[in-house]
Nanobody, 123 residues
């Protein structure tokens, strides 16, 4: 089982940027596909971005394309989510998750989850 710890959330004004990090332990990180998801109050958990085990395959939700970038450093067992041009509708708890190998945007494909980090974007 993989343990995941997110960090980097906070309060930012609209148009600002944040970089989230997710540190993994307890597994072979280099064989894991990683995803970022978010859940706003009263809403379902939605996919944001995903990256394959080699880092050469990425997928994004339409709502964040061109603004968010997912990346990974296998040597540090860490995946990142660079978020630019943030909007109030990006406000949510952001979770990272792990699965074997590929990049997927379906929550059902992920086995291990972190506890989440709050991102709040003020208008």
């Amino acid at each position: 089982q993989v343990q995941l710890v997110e960090s980097g959330g906070g309060l930012v004004q609209a148009g600002g940027s944040l970089r989230l990090s997710c540190a993994a332990s307890g597994g072979d990180f280099s064989s894991l596909g990683m995803g970022w998801f978010r859940q706003a109050p009263g809403k379902e958990r939605d996919a944001v971005a995903a990256i394959g085990w080699r880092g050469d395959s990425t997928r994004y939700a339409d709502s964040v394309k061109g603004r968010f970038t997912i990346s990974r450093e296998n040597a540090k067992k860490t995946v990142y989510l660079q978020m630019n041009d943030l909007k109030p509708e990006d406000t949510a708890v952001y979770y990272c998750a792990a699965r074997l190998w590929g990049a997927r945007l379906d929550t059902a494909d992920y086995k291990d989850w972190g506890q989440g980090t709050q991102v709040t974007v003020s208008s």
